[in-house]
Every structure is written in C-alpha cells, then in structure tokens.
C-alpha cells in the first residue's frame, strides 16, 4: 500500500523559512519522481516543484516559488522535502506530497496523481 506522510508545517512569519518532509513507503521510491502541490483557501490545487526519480537530478519548480524554494529527495530515509524561505503570506496553504511513475514528465495537473499523502498546513503571517 502506497502511503505518503507529509509533515513540517506550522505558523511562520513572512520572510520565516520552514521545511516540509514527506515520508515514502509501500513502493519503490527510487522509481517515482516526486512532487509537491498546495491548496490555498478558497482556490484550486496548485503544483509547486518536482524532482524526478533515479538520481533527483532534475528540478523542477513553479514560477511562484522559483529562487524560495527548494526540493530535494533523500534515497537512503525514503523521503522528499520542500525548503521553503522567504515565506510570504501568499504561500499560506496546505501543502501536499504526490508520486508520479517516473518518466511521465512533469505533470501539473492534480487529476492525474494517484498517489497523495496528507496535507500539512503552512500559514504565513504576523
């Protein structure tokens, strides 16, 4: 059974920084690029950075977030994370981590995901 287990998120100042982790299990990581998508209150999901499978070489980011955030996977814990800095409180949303059979490209549109973990919520304010 696929699960993805999101966490990391909290109230954070704008310009704060915070790092979201999702924790992969039931599948084999290596073979899934990785992606993360937000909803904010009120709107439509929003994809906001992919990093493909294998060797995680290739980024990929939402013109949104480009220069804030960063993300990255760790092969050996399972497990894909989104730095996110230079909060603002537009990013304010639940965040949430999705698989994607790898070589698919990137795909940002949410009905064609499968596989999704729970939401953590981020809110930027002061």
């Known amino acids: 059974e696929v699960q993805l287990q999101a966490s990391g998120g909290g109230l954070v100042q704008p310009g704060g920084s915070l790092r979201l982790s999702c924790a992969a299990s039931g599948f084999t990581f290596g073979n899934y690029d990785m992606n993360w998508f937000r909803q904010a209150p009120g709107k439509g999901p929003e994809w906001v950075s992919a990093i493909n499978g294998g060797g995680g070489s290739t980024i990929h980011c939402a013109d949104s977030v480009k220069g804030r955030f960063t993300i990255a996977r760790d092969g050996a814990k399972n497990t894909v994370h989104l730095q996110m800095n230079s909060l603002k409180p537009e990013d304010t949303a639940v965040y949430y981590c999705?698989?994607?059979?790898?070589?698919?490209?990137?795909?940002?549109?949410?009905?064609?995901?499968?596989?999704w973990g729970q939401g953590t919520q981020v809110t930027v304010s002061s």
């Open positions: 999705a698989a994607d059979e790898m070589g698919l490209g990137v795909r940002t549109d949410p009905r064609e995901y499968e596989h």
